[in-house]
């Protein structure tokens, strides 16, 4: 059974930092591309940030560029989101995603690209 298990959410002000995990089981992660989607209340999902099987590659949002670095640790089995400078508008539900399909150095930024997803961690920051 897949588990994607995200951690590392909560309440921050304007400007601070939070550094989000999520931790797979029951996959190959090192065969996984992964994504970092987020949900704000009344907004549609969208993507947020992305990294390749080996690392190698990552892409994001024009609206987290420069703040945001997604990394991955195969060894254990988890993906990152470090989250500097946050803003109000960053808050939201934050998901991570596995695609087991993606080719190696690919990246996606359509969450239909992606079969597993976590249950969300909350990231609030007031300003």
């Known amino acids: 059974q897949v588990q994607l298990v995200e951690s590392g959410g909560g309440l921050v002000q304007a400007g601070g930092s939070l550094r989000l995990s999520c931790a797979a089981s029951g996959l190959t992660f090192s065969s996984c591309s992964m994504g970092w989607f987020r949900q704000a209340p009344g907004k549609e999902r969208e993507f947020v940030a992305a990294?390749?099987?080996?690392?190698?590659?990552?892409y994001y949002a024009d609206s987290v560029k420069g703040r945001f670095t997604i990394s991955r640790d195969n060894a254990k089995n988890t993906v990152y989101l470090r989250m500097n400078s946050l803003k109000p508008e960053d808050t939201a539900v934050y998901y991570c995603?596995?695609?087991?399909?993606?080719?190696?150095?690919?990246?996606?930024?359509?969450?239909?690209?992606?079969?597993?997803w976590g249950q969300g961690t909350q990231v609030t920051v007031s300003s």
């Open positions: 995603a596995a695609s087991p399909r993606a080719g190696w150095g690919r990246v996606y930024n359509m969450a239909d690209r992606y079969d597993y």
């Open positions: 990294i390749s099987r080996g690392g190698g590659s990552t």
